[in-house]
């Protein structure tokens, strides 16, 4: 049983940045895979960013390279996205998601999740 909070959503302009959080219950969430999907109106919900549960890699989807990063704190049973340099085609509802079957390349699948938050809104105006 896994329950995930999120918070840090809002509204920012273009070159803002926000600080996404994820407080997962549980004392296995270092075992997770960890991921942020988001999803804007009218399109499908797609990965942002994952971090494993074994060894932490991470990875992004190429459209936030080099200004979103993901970690966990497993001591605090959190995992953040930092996101730096916002643009208006970021916003969305941005969900975290934990699974032990999101292995290897399933880390980018959404079914492959157990658990979700509840999803945070990310505005950025232009």
């Known amino acids: 049983q896994v329950q995930l909070v999120e918070s840090g959503g809002g509204l920012v302009q273009t070159g803002g940045s926000l600080r996404l959080s994820c407080e997962a219950s549980?004392?296995?969430?270092?075992?997770?895979?960890m991921g942020w999907f988001r999803q804007a109106p009218g399109k499908e919900r797609d990965v942002v960013a994952t971090?494993?549960?074994?060894?932490?890699?991470?990875s992004y989807t190429d459209s936030v390279k080099g200004r979103f990063t993901i970690s966990r704190d497993n001591a605090k049973n959190t995992v953040y996205l930092q996101m730096n340099s916002l643009k208006p085609e970021d916003t969305a509802v941005y969900y975290c998601?934990?699974?032990?079957?999101?292995?290897?390349?399933?880390?980018?699948?959404?079914?492959?999740?157990?658990?979700w938050g509840q999803g945070t809104q990310v505005t950025v105006s232009s």
């Open positions: 971090i494993r549960g074994s060894d932490g890699t991470t």
């Open positions: 549980g004392r296995t969430f270092s075992n997770y895979a």
């Open positions: 998601a934990a699974g032990l079957r999101a292995t290897d390349w399933r880390i980018l699948i959404p079914r492959f999740y157990d658990y």
